[in-house]
């Protein structure tokens, strides 16, 4: 009998099935390996490296700092000088019947600018003249006291007595008088009304200054008190322009420096000035300070209101500062470029103020001391361009 050997059954299947297994596996380990050099050469768009020509053409310089006098630009207004400004009101109470003032009207000091009818004013005329009688009354009972009392007729006491009354009634005479000051009375209108006895409630609203009526806040028949303000009479020789400056810029203002101003409303004229007055105290709602100059307006072309911008020159302070040709454009944002190798810079985003001079001052994205392309920066961003898009 002959034996035969059992042989297991072959399955092709499962052959090729682990054959495709075993070759995917292996590609999957080649794009693994290939993915690694592939990522590392991927180049960095902010790096340059100039060819030897350009290299050749461009300054490179350390950021030091330098005097910088920044110069702050705030915005402005003229305002009236108040040293030569006065709001005038009405000394009594009592009815406009007269108004004689215009706006635009130039007056002088004194001059009547409306006229007040006021029966208070009479009634304390009236006053002033009973006291006055009674004063004078008090002084002959005096006069005839002393001739009784010198024939034995009185005692020294009725004598003291009457003395005491005239005293009192002089008093009153005073205090009349005083109370028709307040209501606006001169002195020479006091005795005028003393020597006729005729009294008038007419009261006159004058000007307390030499200037121009700039404000009229009345009418005729209108009834006013004494804390109205009627008039605004104004110098215009003279204006103020004020600024607020931010309260972090307040450290770089001083008094006496020099000042310009542009004003839109006159085709942009510079004036010059100084500063005369820097406000002690911080306005808490806006967090500025107000400063101020004085300006001459003898033509009357300046008038008060008018918008103003305000160049105020700071004194001199070492900042950290870069050439504007340094500066380049990218993104709407301020870049220089920074060596970072021998032969090689980035592009690199900074902060900077405005142009001062033909320098910017760093406010951010530069340490002093690092280097960077001072001249020909436009053409070394040309050449990063360039090989961007031939790496693309």
């Not at 007595?161 to 005073?174: C, L, P, V």
């Not at 090689?344 to 001079?357: A, E, I, K």
């Not at 920066?377 to 693309?392: I, P, S, Y």
């Amino acid at each position: 009998m002959t034996s035969h050997t059992l042989r297991a059954p072959r399955r092709p299947g499962l052959i090729l099935a682990a054959a495709l297994a075993a070759a995917l596996l292996s590609l999957a380990g080649c794009g693994k390996e290939d993915a690694k050099p592939a990522a590392a050469t991927v180049a960095d768009p902010a790096l340059v490296t100039p060819q030897p020509a350009l290299l050749q053409s461009l300054k490179v310089a350390a950021a030091e700092p330098t005097q910088v006098a920044e110069t702050l630009r705030v915005a402005g207004r003229l305002d009236f000088d108040e040293q030569r400004l006065a709001r005038i009101g009405a000394p009594i109470t009592g009815r406009v019947s007269e108004i004689r003032a215009t706006l635009g009207q130039a007056v002088k000091p004194g001059e009547m600018l409306a006229r007040i009818n006021s029966t208070e004013l009479g009634q304390a005329q009236l006053q002033y003249l009973k006291s006055r009688a009674a004063s004078e009354l008090a002084r002959r009972s005096v006069e005839r006291a002393r001739t009784l009392h010198e024939a034995g007729v009185i005692a020294s006491a009725e004598l003291q007595r009457r003395e005491n009354e005239y005293g009192t009634a002089q008093a009153e005479t005073r205090a009349a008088a005083d109370q028709l000051r307040i209501l606006g009375m001169s002195g020479g209108g006091i005795e005028r009304l003393a020597a006729s006895g005729a009294i008038d409630s007419f009261s006159p609203v004058v000007s307390t200054v030499a200037g121009t009526v700039v404000e009229r806040k009345v009418t005729q028949g209108q009834v006013v008190q004494p804390a109205d303000a009627l008039f605004t009479v104004a110098d215009l020789s003279r204006l103020w322009a004020v600024a607020d400056v931010p309260e972090q810029q307040a450290a770089l203002v001083k008094v006496g420096q020099d000042v310009q101003l542009d004003i839109p409303a006159l085709d942009d004229a510079r004036l010059t000035g100084k500063l005369i007055y820097i406000s002690d105290t911080v306005n808490p709602e806006t967090r500025t300070v107000l400063v101020r100059t004085e300006l001459d307006n003898k033509e009357r072309r300046l008038k008060p209101a008018m918008l103003a911008t305000m160049l105020i020159a700071a004194r001199p302070e070492p900042r950290l500062t870069v050439p504007a040709a340094a500066v380049v454009r990218e993104d709407n944002k301020d870049h220089v470029f920074v060596e970072v190798a021998a032969g090689q810079f980035r592009l690199t985003p900074v902060t900077l103020g405005p142009d001062n001079g033909g320098v910017r001052v760093v406010q951010a994205g530069l340490k002093q001391g690092q280097k960077i392309v001072v001249e020909g920066a436009f053409h070394l961003n040309n050449e990063r361009k360039r090989a961007e898009l031939e790496g693309a």
